[in-house]
């Protein structure tokens, strides 16, 4: 079942932990990738100096800010996409990073974007509710880990939060 908009608009921290076990699936040149969610990161409000919004609004994060259900897509590096879903409330910045999927090549946000060929250009600001990049739920309710979030050294407290998520083996 197709995950709806109401999923999307909780907690951020929440709605992380429920995306776990979940398939992500985007359609495309007319090729179908699909997989499981396997980890994610959550973004959550201005006080959270790891994410992109703890500054404020800006041309490239300004759809953190807008309704959930949306995709946000960033390039890091200069060379690697990374896909989130927006969450929450309109105007309250919040955001799920995709850290990881049970596909080959997809072991690292950068990675699964190209592996499902996920572009800021072709997939930044659409509804993943609609029918070109969804996720959906079958059923499966998996044990969750938590850890530290990777890369945010730099966010003093913030960098503590163990707000990483990941399927227990």
């Not at 040149?29 to 006080?47: C, H, M, N, P, R």
């Not at 992109?52 to 995709?71: D, L, Q, Y």
């Not at 979030?149 to 227990?168: M, P, T």
């Amino acid at each position: 079942m197709k995950l709806k908009r109401d999923f999307y608009n909780r907690s951020t921290v929440k709605v992380a932990q429920d995306l776990l076990g979940k398939f992500l699936i985007h359609k495309i040149d007319g090729q179908v990738y699909e997989a499981q969610i396997l980890e994610t990161e959550a973004y959550a409000g201005f006080d959270d100096k790891a994410s992109h919004a703890s500054r404020g609004e800006t041309p490239r994060n300004k759809i953190m800010f807008g309704p959930p259900g949306f995709a946000y897509v960033y390039l890091i590096y200069g060379m690697y996409h990374c896909l989130n879903i927006v969450t929450e409330k309109e105007s309250y910045p919040a955001a799920v990073l995709i850290r990881k999927l049970d596909y080959p090549s997809a072991d690292g946000p950068g990675k699964l974007t190209r592996a499902f060929k996920i572009t800021k250009e072709n997939t930044n600001n659409i509804d993943v509710t609609a029918d070109e990049l969804w996720i959906e739920d079958r059923g499966i309710r998996p044990q969750i880990g938590s850890a530290k979030r990777i890369g945010v050294d730099y966010a003093g407290e913030s960098a503590n939060l163990l707000w990483r998520f990941y399927l227990k083996k």
